[in-house]
């Protein structure tokens, strides 16, 4: 399956910006899908993640209650919905898709190529 994320961008901190992760290929089997994201110099840290049906999400303590992650499985996409953006959160944002409702980034399969986002103070 491929995977392509967008929305990125620069906005200062306060802002929203919605992130997208349109899947193709394989789309027909029932992956389960996270968010990471890798900031300038760290490791790429889990953000959140949802289960095929929608009905387990997961959020890292860092974007809880500022994150929403949903998906749309007839448009074969993913969303993060994020509110109240700190520059702290600026960072690479990577959706990936897997069989495990997990915070690892091993447990997933496939990875989209990223996609920038920028918080100015």
């Known amino acids: 399956v491929q995977l392509q994320a967008s929305g990125g961008g620069l906005v200062q901190a306060g802002d929203s910006l919605r992130l997208s992760c349109v899947a193709s290929g394989r789309t027909s089997s029932s992956y389960d899908m996270g968010w990471f994201r890798q900031a300038p110099g760290k490791e790429r840290e889990f953000v959140a993640t949802?289960?095929?049906?929608?009905?387990?999400?997961k959020y890292a303590d860092s974007v809880k209650g500022r994150f929403t992650i949903s998906r749309d499985n007839a448009k074969n996409t993913l969303y993060l919905q994020m509110n109240s953006l700190k520059p702290e959160d600026t960072a690479v944002y990577y959706c990936a898709a897997g069989y495990s409702v997990s915070m690892g980034p091993r447990e997933y399969d496939y990875w989209g190529q990223g996609t920038l986002v920028t918080v100015s103070s």
């Open positions: 949802i289960s095929w049906s929608g009905s387990r999400i």
